[in-house]
């Protein structure tokens, strides 16, 4: 009872926690305790059953749903490979390659109703176990640089951004390409923003440097009412999907640092 008041206490005031991922010692901690990154296949296999129950539940949108699902999907395997792009860029910009492979802004928007922030929040919870975002009227180039520096691994979720706001702060922080090279900063966050519908064309500028979802299917305020799947694989689904994919991932970055020194 005890640690569930303070997780909860943790979500209330938004605190992101610290996921450190070593890819050299290829270990990862979650508030500099050591995760578990072996699993059983139980308990992997239960998450990928909520999850894939949860997707499941978009074929009752109405709209391009199949189109939003897999864009979903797309989007889902950005968000999970997130912490491991700052190293990426780092690795980068020391042998002078480009850094735009190594995206650490995502957008999703489009049409309401849509799912977008439960969508993420399940992707966090997944993740990390909790489901802190930032406000939209904190929104600021220099409070989320500044949140970038304080935060490790776990994507920052910015929701329902307006169109003025997302004009005026997100496209100078999008641009800003150079954020943590000189310091060779190897942990900070990525940024995601879910976006109103207002939002409706990206500059090429922030699409070069931004992985976008674009969804146009969604429920009516009715059926979202009737709705409970979410709530459910929320409360069920755990880390073990996550914690297998990070030494799945450890592994195969190893193996191409070692390729590459030789």
Not at 67 to 92: H, I, K, L, V
Not at 252 to 261: E, G, K, N, P, S
Request: hydrophobic share 40%; glycine share 4%.
């Amino acid at each position: 009872n005890v640690v569930e008041h303070v997780q909860r206490e943790k979500e209330l005031r938004s605190e992101y926690p610290q996921l450190v991922v070593d890819t050299y010692s290829k270990t990862v901690t979650l508030n500099d305790k050591l995760l578990d990154l072996q699993p059983s296949h139980d308990e992997v296999k239960n998450d990928v059953s909520l999850f894939l129950n949860y997707m499941n539940g978009y074929n009752k949108f109405h709209g391009d749903y199949e189109g939003m699902q897999y864009r979903y999907f797309e989007f889902a395997n950005w968000f999970f490979c997130s912490p491991f792009m700052a190293t990426m860029r780092d690795m980068a910009a020391r042998f002078d390659q480009n850094k735009l492979p190594y995206p650490v802004f995502g957008l999703v928007y489009g049409q309401s109703k849509a799912g977008k922030t439960s969508f993420l929040e399940t992707l966090l919870k997944m993740m990390i176990g909790q489901k802190p975002k930032v406000s939209a009227p904190d929104f600021t180039r220099s409070s989320i640089e500044a949140l970038k520096r304080t935060v490790q691994g776990a994507p920052i979720i910015v929701d329902d951004l307006t169109n003025n706001r997302f004009n005026q702060h997100a496209i100078e922080t999008i641009k800003n390409d150079d954020f943590g090279v000189s310091e060779h900063l190897i942990n900070y966050s990525a940024v995601v923003i879910s976006a109103n519908e207002d939002v409706k064309a990206v500059a090429p500028e922030v699409i070069r440097r931004t992985v976008i979802c674009r969804v146009e299917a969604g429920l009516t305020n009715t059926e979202v009412m009737k709705s409970n799947v979410v709530r459910n694989v929320q409360q069920k689904i755990g880390t073990a999907f996550y914690r297998e994919y990070l030494r799945r991932m450890l592994e195969t970055i190893y193996l191409t640092a070692l390729i590459v020194a030789i």
